[in-house]
DNA sequence: AGCCAGTTGCAAATGCTTCTCATTTGCATT
DNA sequence: AATGCAAATGAGAAGCATTTGCAACTGGCT
């Protein structure tokens, strides 16, 4: 939260450096997602953004959004029958374990589990370029 | 090939003990599933599945499918950014690796990558239901 | 053979996402 | 500060894969 204005700024530069205008509905839409501690959906990040611009529209919450994963700020999920998800892309790369009851996503890395994907691509003659590891779980009870 | 009938009379079997009648469409549909040796989606099952009965619909491929995947005979993948894919659930789990310059499937399964899946879900306080481990790779050139 | 809930084909509806287009706006240049 | 113009915008239409409503059929048990 206190830092997330210096982030905004930082990504702001980013879009700038990359030929993309900073528009109004663009700065309110990387606040709220700079301030986004989940991985909200086009329409959450729709509702959320307006409070700070009444005038974006969704059409504008798809472009931008596209244009910021473009240009590497942004990533987008698709997790099990559901929307698209985003999140800023400034933490190092990560999997998600999704809760399947809530919905509520986690993230995990294993460096181990990387590099095995690593070498089963290369088994089998190939370059791994990318990989999606989605793990659907429930909370253990007891 | 050769085995196909059986299996399709094996398939048809599960699907009368669920309750669940089996129409001429859907024994079409069985047939071109259980021959498949790749992850059509459905229209492509559609396109196949007229060859044998030219009445079938694309609703009822898709009910269809729907229906199997319930009883547990068929699986559904969702990858990236294209339309939903199936193929028979009697092999056993498997991931896949995605080429992604032909769409190309290739199963592999990596019970190292299993069982370090588990350990992560109980590490977080979860049980693993189930997941999703998706390989984007490109041919090795050289 | 006859019944009747389960199935079907068709068309219309969905829901997310992208696109079209007329209008506005950022911003580099005067 | 005013100008020019490509980029961006809002609103709504269009796309696309998938689902659904409905009237007409049909498995498969009696």
Same mark, same amino acid.
């Given at each position: 939260m206190k830092q997330s204005k210096n982030r905004v700024e930082e990504l702001e530069g980013i879009l700038r450096d990359?030929?993309?205008r900073v528009t109004r509905q663009r700065a309110a839409i990387l606040k709220i997602l700079a301030e986004a501690e989940d991985h909200p959906d086009a329409s959450e990040l729709? @509702? @959320? +953004?307006?409070?700070?611009? +009444? %005038?974006? &529209?969704? &059409? %504008?919450?798809? @472009?931008?959004? &596209?244009?910021?994963? !473009? !240009?590497?700020?942004? !990533?987008? /999920?698709?997790?099990?029958?559901? %929307?698209?998800?985003?999140?800023?892309?400034? +933490?190092? /790369? /990560?999997? /998600?374990?999704i809760d399947i009851e809530t919905g509520a996503v986690?993230?995990? @890395? &294993?460096?181990?589990?990387?590099?095995? !994907?690593a070498e089963i691509a290369a088994e089998l003659g190939y370059d791994l370029v990318r990989h999606r590891l989605e793990l659907y779980c429930r909370k253990r009870k007891d």
């Open positions: 990359g030929g993309v729709h @509702r @959320r +953004a307006k409070e700070i611009d +009444a %005038t974006v &529209s969704l &059409s %504008t919450v798809y @472009r931008t959004l &596209s244009a910021l994963e !473009q !240009q590497g700020v942004v !990533q987008r /999920h698709a997790f099990e029958n559901a %929307t698209a998800r985003f999140e800023t892309a400034d +933490a190092p /790369h /990560h999997d /998600h374990l986690i993230e995990f @890395r &294993s460096d181990k589990i990387e590099q095995l !994907q």
